[in-house]
């Protein structure tokens, strides 16, 4: 067996045990400032990262480090409450690793959220923007031998984000109330925040939203054949027309997402209800 599935097995192994034989229909990756959806979670189970085998620890800003299971609107659910990036110094393999054990758990479905620089000049803070595409600026995580077991060598990313679940989405934030925009995810190393250069070439090529995360995630879920729905934040306007003393600040980001938990949260649970 293939070292790497035989890692991530062992890993199942022992959160298995832990959650006492819970399977988890859905999995959720909660992004900067976004771990507070944990709350909503019902008969929580929380596993810290750091009591898993061979599991990379979480070390950014407003990420917690934990895998929390249990009920969200009546579906078992898992989720990670924090992720892993390869600004961390992670090497992709490890990236993906937490997503890996939740597809090995059994996950019918896959939520990404995270906190993002608006880089469309109609995008404000505090807005959510579901990921209808993507533009891939880190590793690909399917590089090196493929996982035969998982999926094929060439995976087809013609729809990386369900469109089912967007088009459900879109019907309850209309029913909810709920301003929602829709874009494309530009996805960077950092973990430098971008120039203004750099952010008005992402809006030329097509982005409307750039971060350091979520892409991996959602290649190794497509991988395996599972439907994604990706929501981000938009936590600061990435421009290009900055007055001179402005700064890009990680907790203004942290404490932007939080003020916008509370929408992607009822949304979230709304859909999970539905699905």
């Known amino acids: ?20 034989g819970f399977t988890p229909e859905i999995g959720i990756v909660l992004g900067s400032g976004l771990g507070s959806l944990a709350n909503s979670i019902e008969n929580p189970i929380t596993v810290p990262y750091k009591d898993l085998p061979g599991f990379p620890v979480s070390t950014a800003t407003g990420h917690k480090g934990n895998y929390i299971a249990g009920t969200l609107s009546g579906k ?26 939740m597809l090995m758990m059994g996950i019918k479905y896959l939520f990404v959220s995270n906190a993002a620089g608006g880089t469309n000049l109609g995008f404000h803070v505090g807005d959510l923007m579901i990921i209808k595409d993507h533009i891939n600026l880190l590793p690909n995580p399917l590089i090196g031998p493929n996982f035969d077991e998982i999926g094929p060598r060439f995976p087809d990313m013609t729809r990386p984000y369900d469109p089912s ?16 925009q829709k874009g494309v995810y530009v996805g960077g190393t950092g973990p430098s925040y971008e120039t203004p250069a750099e952010y008005k070439y992402f809006r030329h090529i097509g982005g409307d939203a750039v971060g ?22 938009i936590t600061n306007e990435a421009h290009d027309d900055y007055a001179d003393d402005y700064v890009n600040d990680g907790q203004d980001v942290v404490d ?4 916008a938990a509370a929408k992607m949260t009822l949304l979230i649970g709304k859909m999970i209800e539905k699905i």
Request: net charge positive.
């Open 1 to 20: 067996m293939n070292p790497k599935i035989q890692k991530i097995k062992d890993i199942v192994s022992v959160l298995e045990t832990r959650l006492g």
């Open 76 to 101: 078992k659910v898992l989720a990670m409450q924090g992720r892993i990036h390869y600004y961390e110094g992670y090497g992709m393999d490890m990236v993906v690793l937490p997503i890996r054990v």
């Open 165 to 180: 679940l967007i088009r459900l989405a879109e019907s309850l934030a209309a029913e909810l109330g709920i301003k929602l």
């Open 212 to 233: 350091m995360s979520t892409i991996p995630e959602v290649i190794v879920a497509r991988h395996a054949g599972i439907p994604v729905f990706g929501i981000s934040v």
């Open 256 to 259: 932007a997402a939080n003020a």
